[in-house]
């Protein structure tokens, strides 16, 4: 069965500490993986696409990974308004629909 | 968001009455998509449409319907047959089989 989990459900850091939250996914032939940062009450943002075992994108202090059974996204030195729920979803070669995690809470304190 | 658009932002329900969800694009995309966002819980996709006039279910379509009549609009409407309709309701435009673009969501309260 596809699924994706991400770990950790809700993360805590001092500005600064750098970290990384994880999307491990089981997929029958993986089309794509998706990141999205979602603020509270709002819909939900784009950040990446990865299509492939290797493949690294990045934004500000924002970089994702992909390996053939995980994907990290690595927020170098946050920032408070870092703070948000970051989404990951795994889309099947065969399938049209998207398989999303239940989210990482991030929380960048002062 | 940036093209596509959600009405109404919060939406109130009574016991057995059917509401309707709107969500609109001008990004030209071909495919558009409605998923129900619970507390603790991934997105979870209610319907979709590749094309004008077609639109498949997705995982938890029961006690919804749709219609794809235009392009740029894809309306979702809960039923009364849906017993917990009480969520966060998103809409997601893109080209088939790509990225998915979110709008700003509808809050849905029962009274």
């Known amino acids: 069965e596809d699924q994706v989990t991400q770990s950790p459900e809700a993360l805590r850091l001092q500005e600064g500490e750098s970290s990384s939250l994880n999307c491990s996914y089981t997929?029958?032939?993986?089309?794509?993986l998706f990141w999205y940062r979602q603020d509270p009450g709002k819909g939900p943002e784009f950040l990446f696409t990865?299509?492939?075992a290797g493949e690294e994108k990045e934004k500000e202090r924002l970089k994702a990974t992909l390996t053939k059974k995980e994907s990290f996204l690595h927020i170098t030195a946050p920032k408070p308004e870092d703070s948000a729920t970051y989404l990951c979803?795994?889309?099947?070669?065969?399938?049209?629909?998207?398989?999303f995690g239940s989210g990482t809470k991030l929380n960048v304190k002062p | 968001d940036g093209g596509i658009t959600q009405s109404p932002k919060y939406l109130f329900r009574k016991e057995g009455q059917n509401v309707t969800l709107s969500c609109e694009q001008n990004?030209?995309?071909?495919?558009m998509y409605w998923y129900r966002q619970d507390p603790g819980q991934g997105l979870r996709l209610i319907y979709y449409?590749?094309?004008?006039?077609?639109?498949q279910k997705g995982d938890i379509a029961e006690g919804y319907s749709v219609s794809r009549e235009k392009k740029e609009s894809f309306p979702l409407t809960v039923t009364s047959a849906q017993k917990n309709p009480t969520a966060f309701y998103l809409c997601?435009?893109?080209?088939?089989?790509?990225?998915?673009?979110f709008g700003p969501g509808t809050r849905l309260l029962v009274l």
């Open positions: 990865l299509y492939s």
């Open positions: 979803a795994v889309q099947a070669n065969n399938f049209n629909k998207f398989y």
């Open positions: 997929v029958s032939g993986l089309r794509g």
């Open positions: 997601a435009v893109g080209r088939f089989q790509e990225t998915q673009y």
């Open positions: 449409s590749q094309i004008v006039n077609d639109f």
């Open positions: 990004l030209n995309h071909d495919a």
